[in-house]
């Protein structure tokens, strides 16, 4: 028989409910008191995207199987620094090689030793990290190789850059303190979420044996590879940093100079920085492009690091590799077909970004005893997340084999920024994840489980940047060593635009969009839009000034006598974004008719006039090579530019 509740027991039951309610609404007015207090541009409330989102992995579709690879023997062997014929290849004894040392010169090309002839006769010595190896056969070359090694190697920074040299503000290495190595590898144009999807082993070994810390809310700072790292690597602010759409101000660039004719050695580059303590540095790139040195664009005109893998990404150029068709520093490609027999054979497993984490783990392996900083970079992910997926078990296996020098390391694997060209990006889940690169930061074994591991966990939540990786590794070698990585207490880095994460965050400095050194539209916070209707007359307004804004655009540039007249095809969505102030903000999606899909954003002022802000379109499908026209100089315009010369072409 069912209990009839009597007056009592219905009272308790209010009274209940009161109080439930009564600590519900509390929370709620004391979020509301604190977002009033502090400003909802201040703090950074997340999208909580999901990886595994169905919609997102129906739309990148089937990761195609990759075939996997097989090892062959090669005609010629690098043993102890010594090379030698192998008698295990077809007719060795045919064949006469010769090989020689492949030094940096410059970015695009390299300076050469005499060529030594391998046989039994010759004691050959090779002093050189590369070394290029040409065989013939019956007087034709039919072997082509480029071997790596790390041969010892020191060097006086000040000597070698001369007038470009500039001391930097760390201390040398005191034998009484702790000086762990570090080393990042950095996967180009990987998000976040992209990882998570396409490298389960990895990010399986990276929480469970290094017991690396995750950052969510990570944020890229620039368009591209070199403004992001410029940012990370050396603190700069290369172009404005437009904050006004969340109440914030401007920040003017750092660099007093011009970033693409001007050499970039006497600035502050982080491995500058750990070389000048007494650290050996080395640097990987699988790229032909150097980041800093964009084709036409001067860079580091130095060698950036003690043990550079440049000569061996020269040799090993293919005409395929360009991304335009500008020519290389006048590079000729002489040899594509013997290369993609055999150092760029794929089924071979000759790939670029295995080569470049072989010449990392020699360098892992090198110097025992010594304190050592090493930056790899793979392109591999470039044109699309799921390249990546075949290397997954690659860098599972490689970090496995090196866990021993991993666990008494700073390890970070990270992105530059998400993928800017992949199919989901006309999403707004696509869009996020193109802002918010992979950043997994591993501690040294000694340093896990300690209070400076607690304070990156935590700092894990909150928005940082490249900016605060830039501080964050000045910290470790600069002012952490004398603390016994002790300190973590906030600490302003000089020279730094950000904060170190393995310390307690400024706190005068809200962790939001408002204040940050980050432009508005690459911000990673929730702060809510609306979708505007197409019958709006917002709608009309903004795609009558789409092509009047680019082309005022490139014209302003100088640009409107080689790229063509842009004209919109259509006008895909329009979002209200949540800002403050007088004005109101807008971001728009379109298609111009030469089959560029862009982003931008607009402000409709007081005074009701309509201004791209900031001056900037974001391309969300590649380019290619319709930009070739242009000089490096002009990197920002390229995603705007259609060449009037291949215009002409397609006519």
Not at 302 to 323: C, F, K, S, V
Not at 417 to 433: C, L, N, P, V
Request: net charge neutral.
């Amino acid at each position: 028989m069912r209990r009839i509740p009597t007056i009592r027991s219905g009272l308790l039951l209010v009274s209940g409910f009161s109080i439930l309610f009564f600590l519900f609404w509390s929370q709620i007015i004391g979020f509301e008191l604190q977002v009033a207090d502090r400003g909802i541009f201040d703090v950074c409330p997340s999208f909580e995207y999901r990886y595994d989102d169905p919609a997102i992995l129906m739309e990148l579709g089937h990761t195609p199987r990759h075939k996997e690879c097989h090892e062959i023997e090669l005609l010629t062997i690098l043993e102890n620094g010594k090379l030698r014929i192998n008698e295990k290849f077809p007719d060795y004894e045919k064949y006469i090689c010769g090989a020689r040392c492949a030094w940096f010169l410059h970015n695009y090309r390299n300076r050469y030793g005499d060529w030594c002839t391998i046989n039994e006769h010759h004691n050959c010595i090779f002093p050189c990290d590369v070394i290029e190896v040409k065989c013939m056969l019956e007087g034709r070359k039919e072997y082509v190789f480029a071997h790596t090694q790390i041969y010892p190697y020191s060097r006086n920074r000040s000597d070698v850059f001369g007038s470009l040299y500039k001391k930097t503000l760390t201390p040398a290495i005191e034998k009484e303190n702790y000086f762990p190595d570090v080393h990042i590898l950095l996967l180009d144009s990987m998000g976040l979420n992209p990882v998570l999807r396409q490298m389960p082993e990895t990010v399986e070994f990276l929480e469970n044996q290094l017991d690396a810390v995750i950052f969510k809310q990570y944020t890229r700072t620039g368009e591209n590879s070199r403004y992001n790292m410029l940012a990370g690597f050396f603190g700069e602010i290369p172009t404005a940093i437009d904050r006004r759409l969340y109440g914030g101000g401007i920040l003017e660039p750092s660099l007093d100079k011009d970033l693409c004719s001007d050499p970039l050695d006497d600035r502050n580059y982080v491995q500058f920085d750990y070389e000048d303590a007494g650290y050996k540095t080395m640097y990987a790139q699988d790229n032909y492009l150097v980041t800093f040195g964009y084709l036409e664009c001067v860079g580091i005109q130095n060698q950036l690091a003690t043990h550079y893998m440049r000569p061996h990404q020269i040799l090993g150029m293919l005409e395929d590799d360009m991304w335009s068709k500008r020519p290389v520093r006048n590079h000729t490609f002489v040899n594509d077909y013997l290369l993609k027999r055999y150092l760029r054979n794929a089924s071979n497993c000759q790939e670029l970004h295995t080569q470049v984490l072989d010449y990392m783990g020699k360098f892992l392996d090198s110097y025992p005893g010594k304190s050592k900083m090493s930056i790899t970079w793979s392109s591999l992910a470039h044109n699309g997340e799921q390249s990546i997926k075949r290397a997954d078990h690659t860098i599972r296996k490689f970090l496995e084999k090196h866990q021993d020098t991993l666990d008494n390391s700073f390890f970070i694997l990270m992105g530059d920024h998400g993928q800017r060209f992949d199919t989901i990006q006309k999403s707004a889940q696509g869009m996020y994840e193109s802002n918010n690169p992979a950043m997994f930061f591993s501690l040294p074994r000694k340093l896990r489980n300690t209070t400076l591991h607690e304070v990156a966990k935590r700092n894990s939540r909150e928005l940082l940047s490249h900016h605060d990786l830039y501080a964050t590794l000045i910290d470790i070698v600069r002012h952490q060593p004398s603390a016994n990585f002790n300190d973590t207490e906030f600490r302003e880095i000089q020279n730094s635009h950000g904060n170190s994460w393995i310390r307690s965050l400024d706190p005068n400095l809200s962790r939001g969009c408002r204040n940050l050194p980050i432009s508005s539209q690459y911000c990673t916070c929730n702060y809510g839009d609306s979708i505007v209707s197409r019958t709006s007359p917002m709608w009309r307004r903004i795609y009558d000034v789409l092509a009047l804004d680019m082309n005022r655009n490139l014209e302003a540039a100088g640009l409107a006598d080689l790229c063509d007249k842009i004209a919109v095809m259509r006008l895909s969505e329009v979002h209200k974004m949540g800002s403050t102030g007088k004005s109101s903000y807008y971001r728009a999606m379109f298609e111009t008719t030469s089959g560029g899909v862009f982003v931008v954003q607009y402000e409709f002022t007081a005074k009701e006039e309509l201004i791209p802000y900031p001056a900037e379109w974001k391309r969300v499908n590649a380019y290619g090579t319709a930009a070739d026209c242009l000089h490096s100089r002009h990197l920002a315009y390229k995603p705007l530019c259609f060449c009037k010369d291949q215009a002409k072409g397609n006519k």
